[in-house]
């Protein structure tokens, strides 16, 4: 039975931090991509960081410099290390596996895990 569990959100002021984590299980989760997503009300979902097989990073703009995706392999986790967190940053966090572009079949979503950045 595949699994992502999404943690670790929940109610931060500007300027702080938060580390949400991702836990696969049913899966080779050595095998996929990561992904982090977020969601705002009535916004449309936005890819927010990747991390390969290989361990490579990108980002989007706007949490460049500020967010951090790592993967364990041996506790079939993905983390997203979140500083600076600002107000638009407050949205639901999903994590998504992907094992090769054009297997959308492989894909996996994760239920979401809200963060919400106020004063």
């Known amino acids: 039975q595949v699994q992502l569990v999404e943690s670790g959100g929940g109610l931060v002021q500007p300027g702080g931090s938060l580390t949400l984590s991702c836990a696969a299980s049913g899966f080779t989760f050595s095998s996929y991509v990561m992904n982090w997503y977020r969601q705002a009300p009535g916004k449309e979902r936005e890819l927010v960081a990747v991390?390969?097989?290989?361990?490579?990073?990108n980002y989007a703009n706007g949490v460049k410099g500020r967010f951090t995706i790592s993967r364990d392999n041996a506790k079939n986790t993905v983390y997203l290390q979140m500083n600076s967190l600002k107000p638009e940053d407050t949205a639901v966090y999903y994590c998504?596996?992907?094992?090769?572009?054009?297997?959308?079949?492989?894909?996996?979503w994760g239920q979401g895990t809200q963060v919400t950045v106020s004063s």
């Open positions: 998504k596996a992907v094992l090769a572009a054009g297997r959308p079949e492989y894909d996996y």
């Open positions: 991390i390969t097989r290989a361990g490579n990073t």
